[in-house]
């Protein structure tokens, strides 16, 4: 679907794409792409296109009544001078010269404006910009560039924290502002340049406001695909904690440093999750994955970021938790619509290559695809009976060699078990395989399996433990197997050597928790000595085993063999909790995990007594310090890795108490002085030698742009479904407000029942609040 519930124009991919060929056989252009604009495949402006959007600019200027120094005649025939200068290979001091005059032109006509009436002035004064920083070649000439952009940061800056807001309140008023302003920096620095870090300086540290950017260019049919793919890029990004710093770590111990990455990062992962929400980006990648579905390349990239995101937003213990699954449960057709089909469309290329493996781009796509519905088939129940129902799981199975990884069978085993497959109609098959696959498997390679689902499920990706008869049916996988405690230290041991060994640091500080990362970690190298394992290519990996959980024993228990605290571990399923809840007898559990259980059984799964979902209440202290141990151990691993080499003193910081630790520490205040956030982006390098900027300095004129950002509102003017700020506001017959369309998904995936009592509400006892409305209206405008 479309924005404001209209039909999306693009078709999904489920029927519409060709065959995948081999992944060895070259892939020709289709004919819907050769009748793709140009900005849709590789970027590509002309002189002429520079030219049409400089004579637009100045016939704008005109009508607007800004002063500039060029009439439109003079404009345009320095522009075709410097072409022609550039395009004969040459550019002199007369070409740069007639260049920066344009650009004094372009500047002069940004800085005269101000009123919130002037989008379209902004919007092609960028578009020009930005066609030039592509058509002009040189160093020379994007170093202008650039030092236009400083000489308009203000403006600049003001327009990317306020373009959102004014969109919410009046959709297209800013037409494709974003667009230019964005590609102007993609330009100058290229695409594999910019990174999450990049958009989180020019945003001002606003997590939220770089969501908003990246879902903008992610359903922006005219982005170019570099621009998309490097928005979803950085979007996985945002979900580390390497994006959090801000230059460098200040001088100090790394367990100042750890504490300070710690408060802020959990103020961005907060702000990160309710983006998500706010800015739909579940609904724009499912634009960019049926814009694109023609080339499969470029699928597998947003396919690629898209799983990444979702997998490890949902792997966060957050606030906002329980409102992302909420928001995913309404958005469940991607899975059917898109996710299902992708499976299916990248088989057969599987299924011709015999020798696929971890190396493999379509082996490890898979396995991603796989890692993120283990994922949400454990915390949103509407997803399992499409992929139960579907052969997607025995067709996996089907693939060459699959079985033969650890990593894979334990994903597949989880996955058949989250969907309870016994109920579907490929239970035979799935059972016979999965079985076949465990006792193929040599002894050693069993035993692991059986500790990475067993005794070591805290570090690993989560199964519902409610499907009872899924799970005695693959008992064989799920018992760990019994060693002495002479073994389980010397593996231990091995572990710590193994981690300690590890050449790629990149590896120990990025797979915690399960999350995912954005790189494949194909190729590389092994120690001398180091033993080589097919599961070191799976992002759901091994724990640090050095990590000094022991300063949490007070509040979270003692460390179990995957160094994981006790306490933090749901009681049901094993895994590290998310959003736990308590019940009135003192037993904790994943919130998820209990749900679907008492769905089906209705009783505590631990001693039998008559339970209800309602009696159990969310744990806002373990929760506080689960997610303060989670953050400050990704913390640890951003700044200094190698603190987990030294058992006897780790160099991290003592937990916070509960009340504070989740508490939102504020940034560190900017300088007083006028600071520009495009200064920190990547440098051009080698820039000697370049003319002096001119002497004559413009006086600028302040943006006169009033408004408040929409991750800003109140809690109730927030739909009570995924804390969304509602633009159709509906209040239920119990008085809660929810918004119109997310509601009516509510209804479409969930049934007829209220998302927060739990009890029959259909959408006829709704009613439209336009009061709610107008004041949502006022405050974004700033006049609350």
Known sequence: PGSEGTPCRCVCLRGQRPARAAPSLPQASSPEQQRRPAAMADVCYTVQDVANSLERLSGVAAGR??????????????????????????????????????????????????APDSFDVYEVSFEALTKMGYVLPGLECKHLLMQLLEHVHEVY????????????????????????????????????????????????????????????????????????????????????????????????????????????????????????????????????????????????????????TIHNSLLYCS???????????????????????????????????????????????????????????????????????????????DVPNILNHVSMLELLIKLAINVDFTKGPYSDQIL??????????????????????????????????????????????????VETPEMTDARKAQKKSNWKRARNKNKKRKRMFGMQTKGFNVGDELEPGEEADEDDNSEDDDMPPLIPAENWEGSLGMTDESFVPSMAKCQLSGGIMHDPVKTPDGYLFERAALEDWLQHYGSNPLTGAPLNIAECMPDTEVASFIQGYQLQMLSAGAIAPEAFEEPAQPDIAPPLPPAVMPAHAPLQPLPTSPTSLLGDLPSLGGLGGFPPEAPEKKKKGKIRIESRSVVDCPEDMRCAIDGKVMTAPTRSKYGHYFEKKTLDRWFTNCGSICPITSQPLRMEECEPDTEMKKRIIKFLKGQA
């Open 65 to 114: 009544g800004c002063h500039t120094e060029l009439s439109q005649p003079e404009l345009l025939e320095r522009w075709h001078a410097v072409a022609a200068a550039t395009c004969s290979g040459g550019i002199d001091a007369i070409t740069l010269e007639s260049l920066r005059l344009i650009f004094n032109y372009v500047e002069a006509v940004v800085i005269s404006c101000g």
């Open 157 to 308: 800056d003001v327009l990317l924290s306020c373009v959102e807001t004014y969109e919410w309140v009046q959709p297209g008023a800013t037409g494709q502002l974003r667009l230019w302003m964005l590609q102007v920096i993609f330009a100058c620095f290229g695409s594999k340049t910019i990174s999450g870090r990049d958009l989180m300086e020019l945003t001002d540290n606003d997590v939220s406001g770089a969501v908003s950017l990246i879902s903008f260019i992610l359903r922006c049919e005219q982005a170019p695909f570099e621009m998309q793919s490097a928005a979803g890029r950085c979007l996985v990004e945002l979900t580390a904690a390497d994006c959090v710093f801000l230059g460098k770590v200040d001088e100090g111990t790394n367990t100042e440093a750890i504490a300070k990455l710690t408060a802020m990062f959990n103020k961005h992962v907060n702000g990160l999750i309710k983006g998500l929400i706010q800015f739909e980006v579940v609904e724009a990648f499912g634009r960019c994955i049926c814009q694109h579905q023609m080339s499969h390349s470029n699928t597998d990239i947003v396919v690629k970021h898209f799983l990444t």
């Open 319 to 397: 606030e906002n938790q329980k409102k992302l699954r909420q928001h995913l449960a309404t958005q469940s057709t991607i899975v059917q619509d898109i996710m299902i089909p992708y499976v299916h469309n990248i088989l057969p290329a599987m299924y011709d290559n015999p020798s696929c493996g971890p190396s493999n781009l379509e082996f490890i796509n898979l396995r991603s695809v796989l890692q993120t519905f283990v994922v949400v088939t454990f915390n949103i129940n509407v997803f399992r009976p499409q992929l139960r129902d579907s052969d997607l799981i025995s067709r996996v199975c």
């Open 432 to 481: 016979a395989t999965l079985t076949a696959g465990f006792n193929g498997l040599p002894l050693e390679s069993q035993q692991r399996l059986q500790r990475r689902i067993g005794s070591e499920q805290g570090m690993r990706l989560p199964f519902a433990r409610s499907s009872v008869q899924a799970c005695e049916l693959l008992a064989f996988a799920l018992t760990a197997p």
